[in-house]
T-cell receptor, first 113, second 116 residues
C-alpha cells in the first residue's frame, strides 16, 4: 500500500530536549516536505527536499533541521524545542510537477512544555 | 501576501444538501495547480480533487466538483448530497512552478458540520 509513515503520532516533551520525528515513504517520490498546522493558519511549509542530499528552507524553517540521506526517509529534527513549536506536523511526498497529488503522513501532534 | 483565501466561517449543512466552499487564489503565473484536501477530526489529510490552470473543464470526482472561474481566480469546491462523514475541515491549496519547490500553499480552511 502506498503510504507516508510518520512517527510518533503524539509526543509531549520539555523545552530544550532534542527530538526527531521520522518520515518514510514507499512510493519512490523525489520530493518530500514538512508542514506545520496551527489553528487559523492552515498548513505552512517548514523544509523541503527535491531529492537525496538536496534540502532547502520553506516558509517557517527557524528552529528545525532536516536531512535526506536516503530517498525514502526525511526526518524532522528539533535541536532545542520551544513551546512555540507546539503544533501538528505533517510530512508529505509527491512526484515533481504541478499536477501531482501530495501524499500526507498521519500527522504528529507535538506538545512542548 | 496570502496566496489562498478561505474566509467562510464554520458551516452547518443539512444531510443530503449540497454545500459550496469558497476559495480564491492569487498568482501571476499562467501555469498552476489547485487542490482540495479534507481533514476529518482524526487529523489525516485526504486528497479530494485537482484542477489545472489550463484545464477547460471543471474537475469532478464523485460527489466533489470544482467550480473553476479562472478570470475571477476562484476555485470553489461543491459537495453534493452531503453525508455525515463529510463533517471535516476543508483546505484549498495551490501549487505554482517555483524552481525546485513542489510546495503547496494552503488556505486557512473551512469547517463543515453536516447535521442529520
Amino acid at each position: 500500500e502506498a503510504q507516508v509513515t510518520q512517527n510518533p503520532r503524539y509526543l509531549i516533551t520539555v523545552t530544550g530536549k532534542k527530538l526527531t520525528v521520522t518520515c518514510s515513504q514507499n512510493m519512490n517520490h523525489e520530493y518530500m516536505s514538512w508542514y506545520r498546522q496551527d489553528p487559523g493558519l492552515g498548513l505552512r511549509q517548514i523544509y523541503y527536499s527535491m531529492n537525496v542530499e538536496v534540502t532547502d528552507k520553506g516558509d517557517v524553517p527557524e528552529g528545525y533541521k532536516v536531512s535526506r540521506k536516503e530517498k525514502r526517509n526525511f526526518p524532522l529534527i528539533l535541536e532545542s524545542p520551544s513551546p512555540n513549536q507546539t503544533s501538528l506536523y505533517f510530512c508529505a511526498s509527491s512526484l515533481q510537477g504541478l499536477d501531482t497529488e501530495a501524499f500526507f503522513g498521519q500527522g504528529t501532534r507535538l506538545t512542548v512544555v | 501576501a496570502q496566496k489562498i483565501t478561505q474566509t467562510q466561517p464554520g458551516m452547518f449543512v443539512q444531510e443530503k444538501e449540497a454545500v459550496t466552499l469558497d476559495c480564491t487564489y492569487d498568482t501571476s503565473d499562467p501555469s498552476y495547480g489547485l487542490f482540495w484536501y479534507k481533514q476529518p477530526s482524526s487529523g489525516e489529510m485526504i486528497f479530494l480533487i485537482y484542477q489545472g490552470s489550463y484545464d477547460q473543464q471543471n474537475a469532478t470526482e464523485g460527489r466533489y466538483s470544482l467550480n473553476f472561474q479562472k478570470a475571477r481566480k476562484s476555485a470553489n469546491l461543491v459537495i453534493s448530497a452531503s453525508q455525515l462523514g463529510d463533517s471535516a475541515m476543508y483546505f484549498c491549496a495551490m501549487r505554482e512552478p517555483y524552481y525546485g519547490n513542489n510546495r503547496l500553499a494552503f488556505g486557512k480552511g473551512n469547517q463543515v458540520v453536516v447535521i442529520p
